[in-house]
């Protein structure tokens, strides 16, 4: 199963829609969100493409209940308190905003573990949990959008760069 990962998208909205494009092209049903959307309507592109959506708030999202009541307009869209943990088929996998919010047993306890806040796309394993950081959708501070795409049964991640001018700062 593939399903997209993104972080820290910080209201740019063409950004994620090109994004959210090129993982449904690849296939992807469900986007992880690992925090930092900042506004609501950054919740749109996900709605449009009627992707569903699992997300964890970060620490740019100061109007949850209006990230709430946004997401509830979306079928299959859920924001949760940072960190959360869900399983999806076999695989536990830990969504959090900043991993220093975690403890290494929580790491040790989940297959997989998305985290954003750094802004730096990166994948690493410890023991046997993998944990990727899907870099920024918004390319706000590194100057372009990203994401990755995760096969949870290979473990195999692609990652996505909008590396196109018109994304580059």
Do not use: Y
């Not at 994620?16 to 090129?22: D, F, H, P």
């Not at 946004?70 to 996998?93: N, R, V, Y």
């Not at 969504?95 to 730096?120: K, P, W």
């Amino acid at each position: 199963m593939l399903i997209g990962l993104m972080s820290d998208t910080h209201d740019r909205v063409p950004a994620v829609a090109e994004l959210v494009r090129r993982m449904t092209d690849l296939g992807v049903g469900l986007v992880l969100h690992a925090g930092d959307f900042c506004s609501p309507f950054s919740l749109k592109p996900f709605q449009d493409a009627n992707l569903a959506l699992a997300g964890v708030f970060g620490h740019n999202d100061g109007d949850q209940q209006g990230l709430k009541a946004f997401a509830a307009q979306g079928m299959g869209h859920e924001l949760f308190e940072s960190p959360h943990s869900l399983t999806i088929g076999e695989h536990k996998i830990l969504l959090v905003h900043d991993i220093g919010d975690t403890t290494s047993r929580s790491i040790s306890a989940h297959h997989f573990v998305v985290h954003g806040s750094e802004h730096q796309q990166s994948m690493k394993t410890r023991g046997d949990t993998m944990i990727i950081n899907p870099g920024e959708a918004c390319g706000w501070l590194h100057g372009a959008p990203t994401a990755a795409v995760l096969d949870l049964d290979s473990k195999h991640v692609e990652f996505i760069k909008l590396s196109d001018p018109k994304w580059q700062f």
